[in-house]
């Protein structure tokens, strides 16, 4: 008691990115912070705030800095270490999270067709089968990349979590939109993510606005919609997706008869 709290972070640097006025938001901007002051030097460890919105701040909560050009790379060690597991046990997709730019994404491709040629995983003409990509689009630096990066990867995810911490929550319908569109035009698959049926983690039916945002995505051009706290942590988990099977269904059947 009448200490200063300090909270650490597992990347190394980070502190180097964030200037006096920066936001720093954590556990999905639940508790905001100002950044006040910098270490002095030329590699600063650590930063100083002021508590905005304050709350309880638990282990291994993630951080936002939607303010600051951040030099950290988008793979780290751990991260190569699982994509290198990922390959040698043959799963179907990657999704590579916090997606800045298409180099990002073409390093992680480039990673894993040069992994299967060393496994000897081929396709039917002999060229080395990496696993496809799904760029998960969550920062500003992304949706200002959003044509390059579709172009780099073999799927999008509208990754509406961290999107609507990073950017102003008024414009993720709006780039949601947007980035359906940027993969319905190069023919590639979109994901629409995170908060599709939020109260059904307690609840065992959903909000009408929850059920209109499913079957929006699917009236915008969505291949897939997921589910993520209501199946990891929710109460009535097959409810769910029942439920989310539903509202899909008769969104597409609206879908087939307008084009009928």
């Known amino acids: 008691p009448g200490d200063t709290p300090r909270l650490g972070c597992t990347i190394p640097g980070l502190a180097a990115s964030v200037h006096p006025g920066h936001k720093v938001l954590i556990n999905d901007g639940a508790v905001r912070l100002l950044c006040v002051e910098r270490e ?8 100083r705030c002021r508590v905005v919105v ?32 990922a390959v040698d046990n043959d799963l179907d997709y990657l999704a590579l999270s916090f997606v800045r730019s298409a180099d ?17 995983v081929l396709d039917a003409s002999g060229q080395p089968l990496g ?13 200002a990349e959003i044509d390059a990066i579709a172009d780099a990867a073999d799927a999008l995810m ?25 993969a319905d035009a190069r023919g590639k698959p979109c994901i629409v993510a995170t908060q599709m049926l939020e109260t059904m983690i307690t609840a065992s039916t959903p909000t009408r606005a929850e059920a209109s945002d499913v079957a ?21 988990p097959v409810l769910v997706v029942e439920t989310m099977k539903r509202i899909v269904s008769v969104a597409e059947a609206e879908l087939a008869a307008r084009a009928a």
């Open 40 to 47: 002095r030097g030329d590699a600063p460890q650590s930063i």
């Open 54 to 85: 304050g709350g309880l701040v638990t282990t291994g909560k993630g951080v936002n800095f939607p303010q600051s050009e951040l030099t950290v790379r988008a793979m780290s060690e751990r991260d190569w270490h699982w994509a290198r597991w």
């Open 104 to 120: 990002e994404v073409l390093e992680l491709k480039r990673f894993l067709v040069d992994r299967a040629r060393e496994r000897g």
């Open 131 to 143: 696993i496809p990509v799904v760029a998960k689009i969550e920062k500003p630096q992304a949706v």
């Open 158 to 182: 509208v990754a509406r979590g961290d999107l609507g911490v990073e950017t102003d929550v008024a414009q993720v319908p709006v780039i949601q939109k947007r980035i359906i569109a940027c």
């Open 216 to 236: 929006n995505a699917i009236f915008d051009g969505a291949e897939a919609v997921m589910l993520s706290g209501e199946t990891a942590v929710g109460r009535h």
